[in-house]
């Protein structure tokens, strides 16, 4: 009968004859409490830094296995002096064939198998933490600071702030995972040689369908009716006045209970597959537009009055199928342009109205051009006091407080959409829904994409929406809708 003690005398005896195994034994011995207590300490949340995950999955976790595989590869096949070539056929017979030599080798199977399936434990339970770590926001978001600052802290101001980044950015099943592990790697060495673009490009040309991650949560054939669409804005002038646009957006929906498709989410419908020519990278400029029917029937709308479509420039051109994307481009990097992001901050409060021409004045602080964050922080602060110290002298003794709050508001509503260190200026990214300097939807809604028989993509108003108040200040129809008449 093989007692216990002997079992791990033999491994200890095995692990020190074995220099190898020595130089495993050692590397396991210390990282293991470390890695045990700092895997626990991840898993409850106690240290939140983006790093630490990083130390404990990518580098003590494989280090803590090789020291494992050090151990046992020298057991077996590094005993000190007498070296031995791995599974060298004749030295693994000698091994089980000869008694004396088969007794060693029993305990050391024992005892192995033993440790192997603590192992396998450990390994498990790195790679699905590990798994985990490089699938989540700290990771995509945080670990390469400077590189995606812009998308996580515009993500963190979204709708989606909840919804983790893979989820749009790879989305299930097994291809794109290996996909995006692979991408993953080629973007953690641009980010080591520092060989990444600034701004990162957009469209994201690789990026998966949106139709395959988007409808996992969204299922646009059963949005139904009308939306109402209110922005609140302020004017220039001397009392920031408040006024509002109000739309009636008819959102519509792909086909439901019977209920043919309609409206802006008639695009997604099953029954309307549209396919567009772009002839620059950014999908801007687009030459043709072709939407097929169920039954096969094609109608197509050209910019050049139904001759040839020009063909795509070089390669940074292409034809694409129109998806969620080529509208919803910005769900959660959502950048705003100057004037709504100081419009936000004064809806509420952070900048008071009450301050005399603050929304003229912020906007032409914001707009010029900065150098790093820092600049641009305390050229707002200092332009903003000696501006009111100079036109408002006495409202600026009697209201510091509030001034300087006006400040901290501006200076957030900057750091919030620019990023110098990335050159990301105002309107960097654009945004494709709607129709801003006449991009977005108007990249086709132009009325000059037209069929052979004259057909063309409506840029009629009341396509999308109807107005129902224009930049008013308390417009009838809000006070009609909130039954305040
Ligand atoms: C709700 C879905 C969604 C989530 C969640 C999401 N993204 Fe995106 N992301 C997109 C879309 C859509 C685009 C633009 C695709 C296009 O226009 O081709 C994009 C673009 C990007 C870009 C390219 C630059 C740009 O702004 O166009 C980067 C980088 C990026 N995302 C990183 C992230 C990171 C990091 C996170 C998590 C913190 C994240 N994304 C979370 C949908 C998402
Ligand atoms: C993991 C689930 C999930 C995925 C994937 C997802 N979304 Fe969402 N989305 C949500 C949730 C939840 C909300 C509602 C958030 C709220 O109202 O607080 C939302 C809200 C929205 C809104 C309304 C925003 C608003 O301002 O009211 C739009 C538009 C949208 N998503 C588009 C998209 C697009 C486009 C994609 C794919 C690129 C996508 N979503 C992927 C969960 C998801
Ligand atoms: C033709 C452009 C276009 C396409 C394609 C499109 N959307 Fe939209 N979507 C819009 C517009 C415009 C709105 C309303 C605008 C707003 O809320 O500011 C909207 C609203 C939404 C909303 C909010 C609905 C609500 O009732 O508030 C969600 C969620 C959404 N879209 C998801 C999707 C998903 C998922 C897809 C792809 C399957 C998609 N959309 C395709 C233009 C589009
Ligand atoms: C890639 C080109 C393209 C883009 C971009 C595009 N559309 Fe369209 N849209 C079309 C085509 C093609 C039609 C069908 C025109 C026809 O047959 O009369 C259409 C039709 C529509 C219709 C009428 C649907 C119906 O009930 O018949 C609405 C509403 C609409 N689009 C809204 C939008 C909105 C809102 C946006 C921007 C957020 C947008 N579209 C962007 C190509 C586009
Ligand atoms: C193809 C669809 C489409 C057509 C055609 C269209 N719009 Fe729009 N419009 C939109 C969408 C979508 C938005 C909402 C953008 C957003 O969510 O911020 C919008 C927003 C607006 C806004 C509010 C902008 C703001 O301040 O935020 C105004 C004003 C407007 N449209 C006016 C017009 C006028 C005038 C026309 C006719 C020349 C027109 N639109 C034609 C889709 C359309």
Redesign the pocket.
């Known amino acids: 009968m093989t007692r216990f003690t002997d079992i791990i005398k033999a491994f200890v005896g095995g692990i020190a004859r074995s220099r190898v195994s020595l130089v495993g034994a050692i590397m396991a011995t210390v990282i293991f409490p470390v890695l045990l207590v700092s895997a626990v300490l991840d898993m409850q949340g106690v240290v939140a830094n983006p790093y630490f995950g990083f130390i404990i999955y990518m580098v003590l976790g494989p280090t803590f296995l090789l020291a494992l595989l050090l151990v046992f590869l020298g057991l077996f096949f590094f005993k000190g002096k007498e070296e031995v070539g791995i599974f060298t056929f004749e030295y693994l017979k000698e091994q089980f064939t000869a008694p004396d030599k088969f007794v060693r080798v029993r305990k050391l199977i024992m005892l192995s198998t033993g440790l192997t399936l603590l192992n396998i434990f450990i390994v498990l339970l790195i790679s699905y933490t590990g798994y985990h770590y490089t699938e989540s926001v700290a990771f995509c978001g945080q670990f390469c600071h400077t590189v995606m600052t812009p998308e996580y802290t515009a993500y963190q101001n979204s709708p989606h702030s909840r919804v983790k980044c893979v989820e749009c950015h790879i989305g299930p099943g097994a291809q794109w995972f290996a996909k995006s592990k692979i991408s993953g790697i080629r973007q953690l060495f641009a980010v080591a040689f520092n060989t990444y673009s600034r701004p990162i490009e957009t469209p994201v040309h690789g990026l998966r369908p949106a139709r395959e991650t988007c409808e996992e949560c969204h299922r646009p054939e059963l949005f139904h009716g009308d939306k109402l669409?209110v922005?609140d804005k302020y004017l220039p002038d001397e009392k920031n006045t408040h006024v509002q646009?109000v739309?009636l957006?008819k959102v519509g929906h792909g086909g439901y209970r019977g209920q043919q498709a309609q409206g802006i989410h008639w695009h997604v419908a099953p029954e309307n597959k549209i396919t567009y020519t772009h002839t620059d990278r950014a999908r801007q400029q687009i030459s043709e537009v072709v939407l097929e029917k169920l039954d096969g029937t094609k109608i197509v709308f050209t910019t050049n009055k139904g001759a040839e479509p020009a063909p795509p420039a070089g390669n940074e051109g292409g034809v694409r199928v129109m998806d969620c994307v080529d509208c919803h481009n910005r769900p959660t990097h959502v950048y705003l342009s100057a004037d709504e992001a100081l419009d936000q901050k004064l809806l509420s409060g952070k900048i008071s109205t009450a301050l005399p021409f603050i929304k003229q004045q912020a906007l032409a602080v914001v707009t010029k051009e900065y150098t790093s964050t820092a600049e641009a922080k305390n050229a707002i602060a200092t332009q903003l006091r000696a501006w009111y110290q100079e036109k408002y002298p006495a409202l600026y003794k009697n209201n510091i407080l509030m001034i300087e709050q006006a400040i901290s508001g501006v200076q957030q509503a900057y750091e919030e959409n620019v990023f110098p260190s990335m050159k990301i200026g105002w309107d960097t990214y654009p945004n494709f829904?709607?129709?801003k300097n006449d991009s977005g939807?108007f990249r086709c809604?132009d009325d000059n994409h037209t069929t052979k028989a004259g057909g063309t993509i409506?840029?009629?108003?009341d396509?999308?929406?109807v107005?129902l108040a224009?930049d008013e200040e308390a417009p009838e129809i809000l006070k009609l809708l909130r039954g305040k008449k």
Do not use: R
């Open positions: 669409y922005k646009t739309l957006m829904l709607g129709h939807c809604h409506s840029m009629d108003c396509t999308c929406h107005i224009e």
